[in-house]
């Protein structure tokens, strides 16, 4: 029988498997930030255990940071401290810190990729669950908790138990105006917040075949919101070029073996998975999420589900929205473009094209917080900058800002925000707040209109 | 960690389904730098109201509800991979979880931490969630060794799954660490037949 692209990778990266047990996994690289690792550094400290390959292990400043006047001492204390931390941590241990201000700066899922930190065919970990996102690549990379960043840290391994594998193909060509982040949208709306769970997910089929580097990044990057701990899509050409000439990738010859390597990764044909599902893409329009778990998705132009559940009467009630109606023309007074969902450039890009020559209503705040300090620094070079701010739009510096809110980039009770983030749990965005997830199409022109609208008349 | 070989305790019954990470322990609440004091913040937005005033409609602020076992609605604990919501739970006190779906990477949480996660099928939650109405000072045993959570006078049991090492690691109190750093040799040899 035939091996799937994750069997070929995780195979290759088996160092001991315990009888009827879990298998010692060996982790090519290990991305960590300030919220996740304090207390496994502890850990380790309080146990004598000094930190394996710090080589392999690179750092950034994210969850916790300001996203106005970074180059200013943090005025929240305990953020302040978190990062003090950090830089601590990495020095003792000798790792690469990319800290506030560092033109590698950004979110972690957003600038490891970018200087191709991220290779087909490897296997890395974060302490965060859209270390998914990597897994575009052709990469096995998942999230995992606290204690498994002090094994990883110790042993540059962890202890796990083979998933089972699912495959989600999606064939034929996507519409105007249908965004990555709409594919995934839909995929979670058909089957579910734990249709993943145990299973690790390959994405197949012509969409992502012609779906580029970022939009499958945005893809991978939700595979965890149906429950799935990772999702990859088999390396092709489109990757190989992404990936060439980064700052770390590797070079001339050693490239060219590499190459020959990942282009032994994709699954073989007779390859069989554990569970399959299969859509048609033109059934796929831009979606738009009402309730709080990202699987509460409907296209744009469709009507809440009426549905007798408590769990759904009471999303139902903290969204302040009712069964049966339409999300069309709900006033929004807040839009964010960002996290490592939906801020590399090309979110950017296409934002820009619907906001170019354009005013934002006057009742929206609208958010734009670039993944990282390179983004950053591309928004401004291809004259993006330009287009928003004179569209009243509040270009920010990078971090994950609102789509965790854990500084000071809320939303205010009761308000919604239309957001390219990957969560809309109670809570997430700020206290009481309710979000509303979408690509940044939808985002953008919510912006411009003041309440969500039908994109046709932005298409032509 | 802790070991955990059998307990009897009372329940708290939480009927809330896919109750995620960012309820269990808010964001706002993830700038510790050490393992202490989460349990004050657990479900904190379900505990409180905005101006801090108690929920008291909440059933953890419920006094006829009490013990150390959380019995919680389908697909518990999904959502981010913050370590943070089980040192939340296990500082609050907890020291079961009984659900019919767990999330993945809570799942791994828990067991890192000494909390057992126990999964049963949805007919026995609902069952359980009946028992905690009629009589909240039911008293539920779960049995590791034996792999059986059960009620009073047995009118409920049932057994349940987990995986063989985890097991032997919450029975002794081993985590994976020891293991993993004891298999140093292994590892080397790995990396150096990957190198070539
Ligand atoms: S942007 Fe949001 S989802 Fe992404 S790493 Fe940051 S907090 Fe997590």
Redesign the pocket.
Known sequence: MGKTLFDKVWDAHVVDTIENGPQVLYIDKHLI?EVTSPQAFNELEERGIPVLRPKQIVATA??NTPTLDQHLPIKDELSRIQLQQLSENCKKNGITLYELGHQYNG????MAPELGITQPGMTIVCG???TS?HGAFGTIAFGIGTSQVAQVFASQCLLLSKPKSLRVSVNGKLKNGVLPKDVILYIIAQIGTNAGTGYFCEYAGEVFENMSMEGRMTVC?MSIEMGARGGMIAPDQTTFDYVKGRKFAPEGEEFERKLAYWRTLPSDPDAVFDKEYVFKASDIEPMITYGTNPGMGIKISGNIPTLDDNSFVKSLEYMGLKAGESMLNKPINYVFI????N?RIEDFRIAAQIVKGKQKAGNVTAWLVP?SKQVEAQIEAEGLKDIFEAAGFQLRQP???A??A?NDDKIPQGEYCVST???NFEGRQGQGARTILASPLVAAATAIEGKITDLAQYLN | MEKFVKLTSTGIPLEIENVDTDQIIP?RFLKATDKQGFGDNVFRDWRYHKEGVLNEQFVLNDPTYQGSILVAGTNFGCG?SREHAAWALTGYGFKVIVSSFFADIFKGNSLNNGLLPVQVTDTFLAKLFQELKNNPRTEITVDLEKQIISIEGNALSASFEIDPYKKTCMLNGYDDIDYLVSKKDKIEAFEALKRN
């Open positions: 930030h994210d969850h979110i972690v899922h957003v965060d669950s859209h996102t990057n960002g996290s490592c969902t801020s993944g971090g994950c800002s789509c965790l854990m983030s990957n969560r | 964001a981010s």
